[in-house]
């Protein structure tokens, strides 16, 4: 089956699938012989090792792994000072406020997307509060548009309440 796309080509839309499938099974095919090659290599290379040489390789792996994992558990406990988690508290918005009703009646609609877009836009003003140039950045923006926030509190009423509808 044949599709005409606005640039005038016909091509199969399941050709790109194919494709990328064709790509993956040949990584995945060159991966296995990678793996072959290194298996039969290691087995060349320790085909003379006795079972004695095997059993005493085996212990030094464990003694070793053992051991790193004791010190590790020891010395994380042993620590004199504990680093603690910086804990950053969550702060009302400063220039938040109820919208009038009579705003709320806004004509038209928000879709999801914008919505989402404006809660990220006031997360973003909201976090710039925790650095000292961040709220420099907020009071620039709040100095040269002085209607944004309430503008924002009163569209975000408007989007909840085509919901309670």
């Given at each position: 089956?044949?599709?005409?796309?606005?640039?005038?080509?016909?091509?199969?839309?399941?050709?790109?699938?194919?494709?990328?499938?064709?790509?993956?099974?040949?990584?995945?095919?060159?991966?296995?012989?990678?793996?072959?090659?290194?298996?039969?290599?290691?087995?060349?290379?320790?085909?003379?090792?006795?079972?004695?040489?095997?059993?005493?390789?085996?212990?030094?792996?464990?003694?070793?792994t053992s051991g790193?994992?004791?010190?590790?558990?020891?010395?994380?406990?042993?620590?004199?000072?504990?680093?603690?988690?910086?804990?950053?508290?969550?702060?009302?918005?400063?220039?938040?406020?109820?919208?009038?009703?009579?705003?709320?009646?806004?004509?038209?609609?928000?879709?999801?997307?914008?919505?989402?877009?404006?809660?990220?836009?006031?997360?973003?003003?909201?976090?710039?509060?925790?650095?000292?140039?961040?709220?420099?950045?907020?009071?620039?923006?709040?100095?040269?548009?002085?209607?944004?926030?309430?503008?924002?509190?009163?569209?975000?009423?408007?989007?909840?309440?085509?919901?309670?509808?």
């Amino acid at each position: 089956m044949r599709y005409k796309f606005k640039n005038g080509t016909t091509k199969d839309p399941l050709q790109k699938d194919r494709v990328t499938s064709k790509l993956l099974q040949q990584f995945d095919e060159a991966n296995l012989r990678l793996q072959y090659r290194f298996a039969h290599w290691l087995e060349r290379k320790t085909v003379t090792w006795s079972r004695k040489s095997w059993i005493l390789i085996l212990i030094l792996f464990t003694i070793l792994t053992s051991g790193s994992s004791v010190y590790v558990v020891i010395k994380s406990l042993s620590q004199s000072e504990v680093k603690a988690i910086r804990v950053i508290p969550i702060t009302k918005l400063v220039n938040s406020r109820q919208a009038d009703s009579k705003r709320d009646l806004l004509k038209g609609s928000i879709s999801s997307s914008e919505f989402e877009k404006i809660v990220r836009f006031r997360r973003y003003l909201d976090s710039l509060l925790r650095s000292p140039t961040g709220q420099k950045i907020k009071d620039s923006v709040i100095q040269y548009r002085p209607g944004l926030l309430d503008s924002l509190t009163i569209v975000e009423k408007y989007y909840q309440s085509q919901f309670k509808k």
